[in-house]
């Protein structure tokens, strides 16, 4: 086994980053990255896809102006992590090159942090590989194959396993994606309903009722077999033609065996961070969850609406006070128009999260919610201030134009007073 490389210089705590891909680095230039996130955009530290899933992406300053990404690591999986386990991640082309090597190396350098971000249960080619570790749902079939079940023995040996595996690497931090439960709505890539599903069958069709969450559910006092029943039920109503339930859905609005249910699967996904956490400590860093909820709101337009992200992280079995108590880190993405949505998302979760757990929030730079170089630093300010969060990062270097990727230095500037700023500029080559 290769032993781990250095962390960087007093391990800096990190303030700022920006999100990227390997082949980033690949088509420009590690050096020529580092220059612009840690100098130009006065970023203090580089988070990089280690695990990835399946997506095409329009990458507008890459050598392909379209991008096919797979499912897999950017790192050869360790033998004595993987050997006995039934789940092996597939391996990026080039992971012999040992890239997330080379970023801790040129990182350290220059006294900045390197992130390890990984996507841990959205994996299709594993999906397709073993059905049976996939969410099964009320109607008993295994049609999320991108969703691997947070229940299952297998998964959450896997999940271990990946997070030691990059942890290893000598990253800062594991930003874990993807640690929890899916939703209906993004268990494939290629998706069609012409059935009008409302938001309470949209949930309901995404609960998994495989025989490991069901016996977790039973061991915690829950009917997973009422559960199901009424799942079924109501969204075999307008599978037969009628409307949707209007509203919702809101925990206590769904019928109560489900309720129940549901409840009980944030221990589920608790305890497999807290697992993950305590495992990636063993290698010598620290893990921040990451919570989807704020994307599943926002995604498409940066318009949530409804209740604040905090109170809907139920739906993929996330207890944020539970989980912060668990991990060293969390990060929410803050994917909003309105600023001041944004600071109430924000401050929202530093109230429930424990002191110390520190908070990231995840900011776009550009389309589909941020305008102009002016609105970015509103949005900034806003989830850095008073009883906001610790960091604010910026998503992605590749995936949008350069002008864009101009805007994060003024908007830096409009962080709370608490932050000291990025790395000094002098300890920066190419500043």
Known sequence: ????????????????????????????????VLDRVLGTYGCDTLTVAAAYHRARDVTPHGPARVTLRRDGTHVVPPADLFDGLRLTPPVQPGA???????????????????????????????????????????????????DLCPAHPDVRAYAVALARSVARLGVDAVVAESLHYGTFGHGYHHERSFVPLG???DFLLGLCFC???????ESAGADAGAARAAAARTVGRVLDGADPRPGGPGIDDLPEPVAAYVRT????????????????????????????????????????????????????????????????????????????????????HRAVLPGGCSLRAVLRPGFPDTESAEHLAAKTAAA???????????????????????RIPGALKERNPRFTGGIRGDRVRGC
């Open 1 to 32: 086994m290769e032993s781990p490389l250095p962390t960087s210089p007093a391990s800096p705590a990190s303030t700022a980053s920006t999100y990227a891909f390997v082949e980033d680095l690949r088509a420009e230039g590690t050096t020529e």
């Open 96 to 146: 012999e090159e040992e890239p997330l090597r080379e970023a801790r190396r040129r990182t350290a350098e220059r006294g900045a942090a390197l992130h390890g971000w990984t996507v841990f249960l959205h994996n299709t080619t594993l999906g397709l590989a073993h059905p049976d570790v996939t969410q099964q749902n009320c109607f008993g079939d295994r049609a999320a194959p991108a």
């Open 199 to 201: 938001p309470a069958e």
């Open 211 to 217: 025989p490991h969450c069901t016996g977790r559910a």
């Open 265 to 348: 699967r944030t221990d589920t996904v608790t305890s497999l961070a807290a697992t993950v956490a305590a495992a990636v400590a063993a290698e010598g860093s620290r893990l921040v969850f990451l919570d989807l909820t704020g994307a599943i709101k926002g995604y498409a337009d940066g318009l949530p609406t409804g209740p604040l992200a905090v109170d809907e992280a139920w739906r993929t079995g996330v207890d944020p006070a539970a989980i912060g108590a668990v991990v060293p880190g969390y990060a929410v993405l803050a994917y909003a128009r309105d600023p001041e949505r944004i600071a109430a998302d924000v401050a929202a």
């Open 384 to 406: 850095t201030g008073p009883g906001g969060a610790d960091a604010v990062d910026f998503y992605h270097y590749g995936l949008v134009p350069f002008p864009v990727l101009d």
